[in-house]
Protein backbone atom coordinates (compact mmCIF):
# COMPACT_ATOMS: atom_id res chain seq x y z
CA UNK A 1 0.00 0.00 0.00
CA UNK A 2 1.82 3.57 -1.09
CA UNK A 3 0.57 6.74 0.20
CA UNK A 4 -0.09 8.36 -3.37
CA UNK A 5 -1.57 6.87 -6.71
CA UNK A 6 -0.06 9.28 -8.91
CA UNK A 7 3.82 10.97 -8.51
CA UNK A 8 3.98 14.12 -10.47
CA UNK A 9 7.56 15.50 -11.64
CA UNK A 10 9.09 18.58 -12.91
CA UNK A 11 11.22 18.10 -15.31
CA UNK A 12 13.84 21.67 -15.75
CA UNK A 13 16.77 21.14 -13.08
CA UNK A 14 14.16 18.30 -10.93
CA UNK A 15 14.92 15.90 -13.59
CA UNK A 16 18.20 17.73 -16.21
CA UNK A 17 20.30 20.57 -16.05
CA UNK A 18 18.97 23.95 -17.44
CA UNK A 19 19.31 27.04 -15.27
CA UNK A 20 23.41 26.64 -15.21
CA UNK A 21 22.67 26.81 -19.06
CA UNK A 22 20.84 30.10 -19.28
CA UNK A 23 23.64 31.22 -16.87
CA UNK A 24 26.29 30.27 -19.05
CA UNK A 25 24.53 31.93 -21.97
CA UNK A 26 24.32 34.99 -20.07
CA UNK A 27 27.55 35.17 -19.15
CA UNK A 28 28.53 34.97 -22.53
CA UNK A 29 25.93 37.83 -23.91
CA UNK A 30 27.70 40.07 -20.84
CA UNK A 31 30.47 39.87 -22.86
CA UNK A 32 29.95 39.98 -26.14
CA UNK A 33 28.02 43.19 -25.43
CA UNK A 34 30.46 45.51 -23.24
CA UNK A 35 32.47 46.37 -26.05
CA UNK A 36 29.13 48.38 -26.87
CA UNK A 37 27.62 49.50 -23.54
CA UNK A 38 28.12 52.26 -21.79
CA UNK A 39 30.25 51.99 -18.61
CA UNK A 40 28.13 51.32 -15.61
CA UNK A 41 25.17 49.77 -17.18
CA UNK A 42 23.85 46.56 -15.70
CA UNK A 43 23.91 44.31 -18.70
CA UNK A 44 22.01 41.44 -16.32
CA UNK A 45 19.80 43.64 -15.13
CA UNK A 46 18.53 45.28 -18.41
CA UNK A 47 18.13 41.61 -19.48
CA UNK A 48 16.25 40.25 -16.48
CA UNK A 49 13.70 43.40 -17.09
CA UNK A 50 13.32 42.33 -21.07
CA UNK A 51 12.24 39.02 -19.66
CA UNK A 52 10.10 39.84 -17.14
CA UNK A 53 8.47 42.29 -19.43
CA UNK A 54 7.81 39.84 -22.59
CA UNK A 55 6.84 36.73 -19.79
CA UNK A 56 3.30 37.59 -20.22
CA UNK A 57 3.58 37.68 -23.57
CA UNK A 58 5.70 34.91 -25.10
CA UNK A 59 5.67 33.02 -22.11
CA UNK A 60 8.84 30.48 -20.45
CA UNK A 61 11.92 28.59 -22.50
CA UNK A 62 14.57 29.00 -25.09
CA UNK A 63 13.05 30.91 -27.59
CA UNK A 64 11.07 33.55 -25.25
CA UNK A 65 14.48 33.76 -23.53
CA UNK A 66 16.46 34.30 -27.07
CA UNK A 67 13.71 36.79 -27.86
CA UNK A 68 14.82 38.69 -24.86
CA UNK A 69 18.85 38.48 -25.73
CA UNK A 70 17.95 40.20 -28.89
CA UNK A 71 16.00 42.94 -27.96
CA UNK A 72 18.35 43.42 -24.93
CA UNK A 73 21.73 43.36 -27.22
CA UNK A 74 20.08 46.45 -29.48
CA UNK A 75 18.40 48.80 -26.68
CA UNK A 76 20.69 47.82 -23.79
CA UNK A 77 23.84 48.98 -26.87
CA UNK A 78 21.64 51.33 -27.92
CA UNK A 79 21.44 50.36 -31.20
CA UNK A 80 25.21 50.19 -31.37
CA UNK A 81 25.90 46.56 -31.54
CA UNK A 82 26.91 45.03 -35.14
CA UNK A 83 24.38 42.69 -37.01
CA UNK A 84 26.91 40.37 -36.67
CA UNK A 85 27.40 39.83 -32.90
CA UNK A 86 23.55 39.88 -32.90
CA UNK A 87 23.86 36.91 -34.68
CA UNK A 88 25.69 35.78 -32.16
CA UNK A 89 23.58 36.45 -29.44
CA UNK A 90 20.80 34.75 -31.35
CA UNK A 91 23.31 31.57 -32.09
CA UNK A 92 23.88 31.36 -28.77
CA UNK A 93 20.14 31.18 -27.58
CA UNK A 94 19.45 28.71 -30.03
CA UNK A 95 22.15 26.87 -29.51
CA UNK A 96 20.37 25.89 -26.19
CA UNK A 97 17.83 24.17 -28.08
CA UNK A 98 20.00 21.40 -29.59
CA UNK A 99 22.06 21.37 -26.39
CA UNK A 100 22.57 17.74 -24.83
CA UNK A 101 20.37 16.72 -21.87
CA UNK A 102 22.10 16.03 -19.14
CA UNK A 103 20.73 14.64 -16.29
CA UNK A 104 20.84 15.16 -13.04
CA UNK A 105 22.37 12.11 -10.29
CA UNK A 106 20.34 9.24 -10.24
CA UNK A 107 17.30 10.14 -11.85
CA UNK A 108 16.75 7.21 -13.64
CA UNK A 109 17.17 4.92 -10.83
CA UNK A 110 14.62 6.87 -8.79
CA UNK A 111 12.27 6.98 -11.74
CA UNK A 112 12.28 3.08 -11.80
CA UNK A 113 11.64 2.57 -8.32
CA UNK A 114 8.91 5.04 -8.13
CA UNK A 115 7.35 4.01 -11.31
CA UNK A 116 7.23 0.23 -9.83
CA UNK A 117 4.37 1.39 -7.91
CA UNK A 118 3.10 4.80 -8.65
CA UNK A 119 1.87 6.18 -12.18
CA UNK A 120 4.54 8.89 -12.57
CA UNK A 121 3.20 12.10 -14.69
CA UNK A 122 5.78 14.52 -16.34
CA UNK A 123 4.53 18.04 -15.51
CA UNK A 124 6.58 21.34 -16.58
CA UNK A 125 6.21 24.40 -17.93
CA UNK A 126 8.02 25.99 -21.27
CA UNK A 127 8.21 25.04 -24.99
CA UNK A 128 6.04 22.62 -26.20
CA UNK A 129 9.03 21.86 -28.86
CA UNK A 130 12.00 22.28 -26.65
CA UNK A 131 10.68 20.19 -23.47
CA UNK A 132 9.39 17.21 -25.80
CA UNK A 133 13.01 17.31 -27.42
CA UNK A 134 14.59 16.97 -24.23
CA UNK A 135 12.24 14.12 -23.16
CA UNK A 136 12.87 11.90 -26.15
CA UNK A 137 16.67 12.25 -25.87
CA UNK A 138 16.85 11.87 -22.25
CA UNK A 139 16.10 8.19 -22.41
CA UNK A 140 13.36 9.07 -19.60
CA UNK A 141 10.00 9.18 -21.59
CA UNK A 142 8.84 5.44 -20.91
CA UNK A 143 8.37 6.25 -17.67
CA UNK A 144 5.54 8.66 -17.63
CA UNK A 145 1.94 7.39 -18.05
CA UNK A 146 1.53 11.12 -19.01
CA UNK A 147 3.41 14.46 -20.47
CA UNK A 148 2.00 17.94 -19.57
CA UNK A 149 3.65 20.75 -20.97
CA UNK A 150 2.11 23.72 -19.14
CA UNK A 151 2.20 27.78 -19.68
CA UNK A 152 1.95 28.30 -15.87
CA UNK A 153 1.92 25.78 -12.63
CA UNK A 154 -0.54 27.30 -10.63
CA UNK A 155 -3.70 25.96 -8.54
CA UNK A 156 -5.69 25.74 -11.66
CA UNK A 157 -3.52 23.70 -13.50
CA UNK A 158 -2.75 21.33 -11.06
CA UNK A 159 -6.80 21.18 -10.57
CA UNK A 160 -7.36 20.53 -13.88
CA UNK A 161 -4.21 18.17 -14.53
CA UNK A 162 -5.57 15.85 -11.60
CA UNK A 163 -9.19 15.94 -13.12
CA UNK A 164 -8.10 14.68 -16.40
CA UNK A 165 -6.10 12.25 -14.49
CA UNK A 166 -9.18 10.95 -12.50
CA UNK A 167 -6.89 11.01 -9.49
CA UNK A 168 -7.85 12.43 -5.72
CA UNK A 169 -5.46 15.64 -4.57
CA UNK A 170 -4.63 13.38 -1.02
CA UNK A 171 -3.19 10.49 -3.47
CA UNK A 172 -0.85 12.82 -5.54
CA UNK A 173 2.33 14.21 -4.84
CA UNK A 174 4.41 16.73 -6.69
CA UNK A 175 8.55 16.30 -6.71
CA UNK A 176 10.45 19.75 -7.80
CA UNK A 177 12.95 22.47 -7.42
CA UNK A 178 10.65 25.34 -7.60
CA UNK A 179 8.45 26.17 -4.19
CA UNK A 180 7.09 28.43 -5.74
CA UNK A 181 5.79 26.26 -8.82
CA UNK A 182 6.20 22.82 -7.66
CA UNK A 183 5.07 23.10 -4.14
CA UNK A 184 2.67 25.44 -2.52
CA UNK A 185 0.11 25.13 -5.71
CA UNK A 186 0.09 21.44 -4.92
CA UNK A 187 -0.30 22.14 -0.95
CA UNK A 188 -3.00 24.61 -1.64
CA UNK A 189 -5.60 22.17 -3.40
CA UNK A 190 -4.78 19.46 -0.88
CA UNK A 191 -1.93 17.14 -2.18
CA UNK A 192 1.74 16.82 -1.11
CA UNK A 193 4.68 17.89 -2.72
CA UNK A 194 8.15 17.86 -1.85
CA UNK A 195 10.96 20.18 -3.04
CA UNK A 196 14.35 18.83 -4.28
CA UNK A 197 16.27 22.23 -4.75
CA UNK A 198 18.68 22.44 -7.75
CA UNK A 199 21.70 24.67 -6.99
CA UNK A 200 20.58 27.57 -8.71
CA UNK A 201 16.52 29.25 -8.64
CA UNK A 202 15.86 31.40 -11.12
CA UNK A 203 15.20 34.72 -9.93
CA UNK A 204 11.79 34.45 -11.14
CA UNK A 205 10.86 31.03 -9.21
CA UNK A 206 11.99 32.68 -5.62
CA UNK A 207 8.71 33.12 -3.41
CA UNK A 208 8.90 34.07 0.49
CA UNK A 209 6.78 31.36 2.26
CA UNK A 210 6.08 30.59 5.87
CA UNK A 211 4.49 27.20 6.85
CA UNK A 212 6.69 23.67 6.15
CA UNK A 213 7.48 22.36 3.21
CA UNK A 214 9.32 18.90 3.17
CA UNK A 215 12.24 18.91 1.56
CA UNK A 216 15.02 16.28 0.49
CA UNK A 217 18.73 17.03 -0.06
CA UNK A 218 18.53 15.18 -3.81
CA UNK A 219 16.24 13.23 -5.43
CA UNK A 220 17.87 9.78 -4.47
CA UNK A 221 16.57 10.67 -1.21
CA UNK A 222 12.92 10.87 -2.48
CA UNK A 223 11.41 7.44 -2.53
CA UNK A 224 11.94 6.25 1.28
CA UNK A 225 10.63 9.86 2.28
CA UNK A 226 7.29 8.60 -0.01
CA UNK A 227 6.83 5.44 1.83
CA UNK B 1 -28.99 10.84 -33.83
CA UNK B 2 -25.57 12.34 -35.56
CA UNK B 3 -23.39 10.83 -37.41
CA UNK B 4 -20.20 12.00 -34.86
CA UNK B 5 -19.76 12.06 -30.90
CA UNK B 6 -16.82 14.18 -31.21
CA UNK B 7 -15.39 17.39 -33.81
CA UNK B 8 -11.92 18.85 -33.65
CA UNK B 9 -11.34 22.09 -35.07
CA UNK B 10 -8.17 23.69 -36.61
CA UNK B 11 -7.55 27.01 -34.76
CA UNK B 12 -5.35 29.23 -37.31
CA UNK B 13 -7.32 30.07 -41.02
CA UNK B 14 -10.00 28.02 -39.40
CA UNK B 15 -11.58 29.69 -36.87
CA UNK B 16 -9.48 33.10 -36.88
CA UNK B 17 -7.07 34.40 -39.73
CA UNK B 18 -3.50 33.96 -39.18
CA UNK B 19 -1.46 32.99 -42.46
CA UNK B 20 -2.38 36.55 -43.61
CA UNK B 21 -0.60 38.55 -40.78
CA UNK B 22 2.69 36.16 -41.82
CA UNK B 23 2.11 37.41 -45.26
CA UNK B 24 1.94 41.43 -44.33
CA UNK B 25 5.03 41.25 -41.93
CA UNK B 26 7.29 39.43 -44.48
CA UNK B 27 5.72 42.33 -47.00
CA UNK B 28 7.05 44.97 -44.16
CA UNK B 29 10.34 42.85 -43.67
CA UNK B 30 10.92 43.05 -47.61
CA UNK B 31 10.60 46.89 -47.43
CA UNK B 32 12.90 47.15 -44.37
CA UNK B 33 15.70 44.79 -45.36
CA UNK B 34 15.78 45.97 -48.83
CA UNK B 35 17.98 48.73 -48.98
CA UNK B 36 20.69 46.54 -47.11
CA UNK B 37 19.90 43.29 -49.57
CA UNK B 38 21.69 42.72 -52.72
CA UNK B 39 20.16 43.52 -55.83
CA UNK B 40 18.40 40.65 -57.13
CA UNK B 41 18.93 38.33 -53.72
CA UNK B 42 14.99 36.76 -53.14
CA UNK B 43 14.64 37.72 -49.27
CA UNK B 44 11.14 35.67 -49.39
CA UNK B 45 12.92 32.67 -50.60
CA UNK B 46 15.70 33.08 -48.15
CA UNK B 47 13.16 33.18 -45.20
CA UNK B 48 11.36 30.14 -46.23
CA UNK B 49 15.03 28.40 -46.20
CA UNK B 50 15.90 29.68 -42.87
CA UNK B 51 12.07 28.78 -41.37
CA UNK B 52 12.64 24.95 -42.58
CA UNK B 53 15.87 24.73 -41.75
CA UNK B 54 14.88 25.93 -37.99
CA UNK B 55 11.31 23.83 -38.30
CA UNK B 56 12.46 20.63 -36.39
CA UNK B 57 14.51 22.48 -33.78
CA UNK B 58 12.05 25.60 -32.72
CA UNK B 59 8.74 24.29 -34.10
CA UNK B 60 5.41 26.10 -35.75
CA UNK B 61 4.12 29.31 -34.35
CA UNK B 62 5.13 33.29 -33.72
CA UNK B 63 8.22 33.30 -32.19
CA UNK B 64 9.87 30.47 -34.22
CA UNK B 65 9.31 32.86 -37.24
CA UNK B 66 10.72 35.82 -35.46
CA UNK B 67 13.87 34.04 -33.95
CA UNK B 68 13.98 33.02 -38.54
CA UNK B 69 13.32 36.66 -39.02
CA UNK B 70 16.08 37.81 -36.98
CA UNK B 71 18.54 35.53 -38.47
CA UNK B 72 17.12 35.77 -41.76
CA UNK B 73 17.94 39.76 -41.49
CA UNK B 74 21.62 39.32 -40.66
CA UNK B 75 22.22 36.36 -43.04
CA UNK B 76 21.00 37.94 -46.26
CA UNK B 77 22.48 41.50 -45.62
CA UNK B 78 25.72 39.93 -45.04
CA UNK B 79 25.39 41.50 -41.66
CA UNK B 80 25.07 44.81 -43.11
CA UNK B 81 21.75 45.38 -41.33
CA UNK B 82 21.94 48.27 -38.65
CA UNK B 83 20.62 46.91 -35.29
CA UNK B 84 17.67 49.47 -35.12
CA UNK B 85 16.23 48.06 -38.24
CA UNK B 86 16.79 44.13 -36.47
CA UNK B 87 15.42 45.70 -33.59
CA UNK B 88 12.29 46.58 -36.37
CA UNK B 89 12.66 43.29 -37.69
CA UNK B 90 11.99 41.72 -34.07
CA UNK B 91 9.23 44.46 -33.03
CA UNK B 92 7.68 43.08 -36.46
CA UNK B 93 7.38 39.49 -35.52
CA UNK B 94 6.77 40.04 -31.48
CA UNK B 95 3.53 43.02 -32.65
CA UNK B 96 2.06 39.42 -34.05
CA UNK B 97 1.94 38.13 -30.70
CA UNK B 98 -0.11 41.02 -29.24
CA UNK B 99 -2.26 41.15 -32.34
CA UNK B 100 -6.10 41.50 -31.44
CA UNK B 101 -7.86 37.97 -33.05
CA UNK B 102 -10.02 38.22 -36.17
CA UNK B 103 -12.46 35.76 -36.50
CA UNK B 104 -13.48 33.88 -39.71
CA UNK B 105 -16.94 34.66 -41.01
CA UNK B 106 -19.95 32.87 -38.70
CA UNK B 107 -17.64 31.09 -36.46
CA UNK B 108 -19.43 31.66 -32.90
CA UNK B 109 -22.92 30.55 -35.00
CA UNK B 110 -21.82 27.78 -36.49
CA UNK B 111 -19.79 26.47 -33.02
CA UNK B 112 -23.10 26.83 -31.10
CA UNK B 113 -24.80 25.24 -33.81
CA UNK B 114 -21.96 22.19 -33.38
CA UNK B 115 -21.90 22.03 -29.72
CA UNK B 116 -25.52 21.42 -29.68
CA UNK B 117 -25.09 17.77 -30.18
CA UNK B 118 -21.60 16.96 -30.10
CA UNK B 119 -18.43 17.72 -28.04
CA UNK B 120 -16.12 20.00 -29.73
CA UNK B 121 -12.53 19.70 -29.47
CA UNK B 122 -9.91 22.22 -30.47
CA UNK B 123 -6.55 20.74 -32.08
CA UNK B 124 -4.07 23.03 -33.06
CA UNK B 125 -0.52 23.69 -33.93
CA UNK B 126 1.59 26.10 -32.67
CA UNK B 127 3.04 28.28 -29.37
CA UNK B 128 1.18 27.16 -26.03
CA UNK B 129 1.22 30.74 -24.97
CA UNK B 130 -0.08 32.51 -28.18
CA UNK B 131 -2.45 29.85 -28.99
CA UNK B 132 -4.09 29.94 -25.23
CA UNK B 133 -4.11 33.87 -25.40
CA UNK B 134 -6.08 34.15 -28.77
CA UNK B 135 -8.54 31.24 -27.92
CA UNK B 136 -9.15 33.53 -24.70
CA UNK B 137 -9.22 36.72 -26.13
CA UNK B 138 -11.11 34.92 -29.19
CA UNK B 139 -14.66 34.30 -27.08
CA UNK B 140 -14.70 31.06 -28.45
CA UNK B 141 -13.16 29.38 -25.28
CA UNK B 142 -16.26 27.90 -23.28
CA UNK B 143 -17.22 26.22 -26.79
CA UNK B 144 -14.71 23.39 -26.10
CA UNK B 145 -14.83 21.00 -24.45
CA UNK B 146 -11.07 20.29 -24.63
CA UNK B 147 -8.16 21.96 -26.31
CA UNK B 148 -4.58 20.12 -27.71
CA UNK B 149 -2.34 22.54 -28.53
CA UNK B 150 0.29 20.11 -30.28
CA UNK B 151 3.64 20.23 -32.13
CA UNK B 152 2.92 18.02 -34.90
CA UNK B 153 -0.63 16.91 -36.02
CA UNK B 154 0.22 13.74 -37.54
CA UNK B 155 -1.90 9.99 -37.21
CA UNK B 156 0.29 9.28 -33.93
CA UNK B 157 -0.84 12.88 -32.21
CA UNK B 158 -4.81 12.31 -33.54
CA UNK B 159 -4.45 8.52 -32.76
CA UNK B 160 -3.23 10.19 -28.86
CA UNK B 161 -6.14 12.92 -28.78
CA UNK B 162 -8.68 10.01 -29.65
CA UNK B 163 -7.61 7.72 -27.13
CA UNK B 164 -7.56 10.23 -24.15
CA UNK B 165 -11.12 11.36 -25.25
CA UNK B 166 -12.00 7.93 -25.34
CA UNK B 167 -13.86 7.84 -28.80
CA UNK B 168 -13.85 5.65 -31.55
CA UNK B 169 -12.10 7.32 -34.87
CA UNK B 170 -15.68 6.43 -36.98
CA UNK B 171 -16.89 8.95 -34.50
CA UNK B 172 -14.88 11.47 -34.96
CA UNK B 173 -15.11 14.36 -37.96
CA UNK B 174 -11.87 17.24 -37.67
CA UNK B 175 -12.52 20.64 -39.75
CA UNK B 176 -9.67 22.73 -40.71
CA UNK B 177 -8.05 24.54 -43.80
CA UNK B 178 -5.49 22.11 -44.26
CA UNK B 179 -5.10 19.08 -46.23
CA UNK B 180 -1.43 17.92 -44.42
CA UNK B 181 -2.48 18.54 -41.34
CA UNK B 182 -6.07 18.73 -40.93
CA UNK B 183 -7.67 16.10 -43.42
CA UNK B 184 -5.05 13.36 -44.66
CA UNK B 185 -3.75 12.23 -40.92
CA UNK B 186 -7.52 11.51 -39.41
CA UNK B 187 -8.42 9.49 -43.12
CA UNK B 188 -5.53 7.35 -42.10
CA UNK B 189 -6.48 6.27 -38.60
CA UNK B 190 -10.63 6.01 -40.08
CA UNK B 191 -11.68 9.53 -39.20
CA UNK B 192 -14.01 11.45 -41.26
CA UNK B 193 -12.56 15.26 -42.50
CA UNK B 194 -13.98 17.99 -43.76
CA UNK B 195 -11.61 20.88 -45.50
CA UNK B 196 -12.71 24.10 -45.36
CA UNK B 197 -10.14 26.28 -47.37
CA UNK B 198 -8.18 29.43 -46.28
CA UNK B 199 -7.74 32.03 -48.85
CA UNK B 200 -3.70 31.72 -48.73
CA UNK B 201 -2.30 28.11 -47.50
CA UNK B 202 1.44 28.44 -46.20
CA UNK B 203 3.94 26.51 -48.45
CA UNK B 204 4.50 24.02 -46.21
CA UNK B 205 1.09 22.70 -45.75
CA UNK B 206 0.83 22.15 -49.44
CA UNK B 207 0.49 18.45 -50.11
CA UNK B 208 -0.56 16.80 -53.25
CA UNK B 209 -3.12 14.04 -52.67
CA UNK B 210 -5.30 11.63 -54.60
CA UNK B 211 -8.77 10.61 -53.22
CA UNK B 212 -11.84 12.28 -52.81
CA UNK B 213 -11.95 14.98 -49.56
CA UNK B 214 -14.98 16.71 -48.47
CA UNK B 215 -14.85 20.42 -48.84
CA UNK B 216 -16.63 23.16 -48.24
CA UNK B 217 -16.78 26.50 -49.37
CA UNK B 218 -17.05 28.51 -45.45
CA UNK B 219 -17.49 26.89 -42.22
CA UNK B 220 -21.31 27.84 -42.57
CA UNK B 221 -21.77 25.03 -44.55
CA UNK B 222 -20.36 22.74 -42.57
CA UNK B 223 -22.90 21.79 -40.15
CA UNK B 224 -25.38 20.83 -42.90
CA UNK B 225 -22.64 18.31 -44.61
CA UNK B 226 -22.49 17.07 -41.13
CA UNK B 227 -25.67 15.76 -40.08
Known amino acids: MTRFDVIGLDADDTLWHSEDSFLE ?20 GALRATEQRHLPISGYGVKAFTLSLVECAITVSQ ?6 VVGEVLALGMGMLTEPVRLLDGVAEVLADLGRDHRLVLITKGDLVHQSRKLESSGLAHHFAHIDIVMEKDEATYRRILGDLGVEPD ?25 VAYHITWEHELVDHDGSIVSAETLRDVPALLR
Chains 1, 2 share one sequence.
Open 171 to 195: RFCMIGNSVRSDVLPVLAIGGDAVH
Open 25 to 44: VERHFVELLTPYVAVGVDIP
Open 79 to 84: GKVPAN
